[in-house]
């Protein structure tokens, strides 16, 4: 009985799922038969346990159906527009339980210096002192010719 509980805390209870299944697409039965479409109650039910748990793909339940199946479906459902007409009506339904004001709306966010980021001015990295593939000398003065203005003179 316990496992039961913990499978069936991750379906869709009935009524969610008479509002979900008219926003899914329906899907042609081919008169050349070919493999049956997978239940779309038991993909959606998959999908969300990935969401729910953040799992991977291949490590959702066997009972939901492949990894591979769930994000396939998940790929083609969002780009149907399934899950952002799941969003709008939900917040329609919201609307109607709670009200939301729709004059007013504003988003939250914040612009912080990444917590491992290091300063602004920081030292740059030691690196070879190549430019365009070319080396500097080791010793980093310029070279003067010994009978040049201002270098070392050689006096006879």
Avoid at 67 to 81: E, I, K, N
Avoid at 94 to 118: N, V
Wanted: aromatic share 12%.
């Amino acid at each position: 009985m316990e496992r039961e509980l913990v499978l069936n805390s991750w379906t869709l209870p009935d009524d969610l799922w008479d509002r979900i299944e008219p926003l899914l697409p329906e899907y042609p039965l081919f008169a050349e038969g070919g493999r049956p479409r997978v239940d779309r109650r038991q993909v959606m039910n998959g999908i969300f346990y990935v969401m729910r748990t953040g799992c991977q793909w291949k490590a959702a339940p066997a009972e939901h159906g492949t990894g591979s199946t769930l994000h396939r479906y998940f790929q083609a459902w969002v780009r149907g527009g399934v899950f952002l007409k799941l969003w709008k009506a939900g917040l329609m339904e919201y609307d109607e339980l709670k009200g939301i004001c729709w004059d007013w709306q504003s988003i939250d966010g914040a612009m912080t210096k990444a917590p491992l980021g290091g300063e602004k001015n920081r030292a740059e990295p030691d690196g070879s002192g190549e430019i365009r593939q070319q080396a500097f000398r080791a010793y980093r003065w310029r070279r003067r010719s010994l009978g040049s203005d201002g270098g070392r003179c050689q006096h006879a």
